[in-house]
């Protein structure tokens, strides 16, 4: 399958602007009815009728360039997100290393969950060299604290939480390499933007139970990386 290139892809995702409002890109800072702030090499001239787009679900407006030279920035999946709202196009994708996700049943209950079980999920992600999509590539990445254990209740919506979270693990969304804000060091694995409780019969860390909200919090968390509902329906 031939890749679409940047442009193509941004175009994928943005309805037409007759006449753009009075307004500044907020990507480059510059007025929406004159050129785009990003110059030099990679930026390939548009015409004036294309030179502001809308983003076809949220509305937000940029110039064309500017949101091809953000794509450039990013991983290049072929998703596009909105820098104003977040809106996600497309199907977001990120960098965590290769490793395995593995999860099975515990006969023990949470803290705050006692009519159920529990669900373990153990992830190993062994260090490595980072590749082109991680911040220093070429250089070697370490991987602290792993196997790591985390710990859902297996109850219907914990079981709902499980589904999402195995579909952010197959877009490479539940780890990270950057630096680890607990241990300072950089080159690491990291959690990304979905929270773990990886404390089981305590809460000593801020990572255990009880912790009431901690579901609706993964959801909506999950949702911000663009996995809803649906995702867990497609199996
Ligand atoms: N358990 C679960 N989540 C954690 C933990 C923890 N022990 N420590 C931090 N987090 C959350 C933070 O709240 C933050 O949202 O992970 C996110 C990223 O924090 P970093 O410190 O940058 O992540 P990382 O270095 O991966 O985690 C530090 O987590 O699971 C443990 O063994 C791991 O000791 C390490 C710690
Ligand atoms: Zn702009």
Redesign the pocket.
């Known amino acids: 399958r031939k890749g679409k290139t940047p442009e193509e892809v941004v175009k994928k995702y943005l309805q037409k602007v007759k006449s753009p409002p009075e307004e500044d890109c907020t990507i480059c800072m510059e007025p929406l009815g004159g050129p785009s702030g990003y110059k030099g090499p990679g930026v390939t001239p548009v015409s004036r009728a294309e030179s502001v787009g809308r983003l076809a679900q949220c509305g937000h407006q940029y110039h064309f360039q500017c949101l091809v030279a953000m794509y450039n920035n990013g991983n290049k999946d072929g998703s596009l997100q909105c820098p104003t709202c977040k809106t996600i196009y497309g199907v977001k994708t990120g960098n965590q290393p290769a490793g395995k996700m593995e999860y099975h049943i515990i006969p023990h209950s949470l803290p705050g969950h006692p009519d159920c079980k529990s669900i373990r999920i153990i992830y190993n992600i062994p260090p490595g060299l980072q590749g082109p999509e991680h911040p220093n590539p070429g250089k070697p990445f370490t991987a ?2 792993f196997p ?1 254990h985390c710990y859902l209740p297996d109850s219907e919506k914990g079981r709902k939480v499980l589904k999402l979270l195995l579909v952010a693990w197959d877009r490479r969304l539940i780890f990270s390499i950057g ?5 300072g060091e950089s080159d ?4 990304n933007e979905v ?4 404390e089981f019969g305590s809460n000593l ?1 801020g ?1 255990g139970f009880p912790d009431p909200g901690h579901l609706n919090n993964v959801l909506e968390e999950l949702r911000a990386q663009g996995i809803t509902e649906d995702d867990g329906l497609m199996e």
Request: no cysteine.
């Open positions: 602290r604290g790591r630096t680890s804000s607990t241990t690491t694995v990291i959690w929270h773990h409780k990886t860390t990572h």
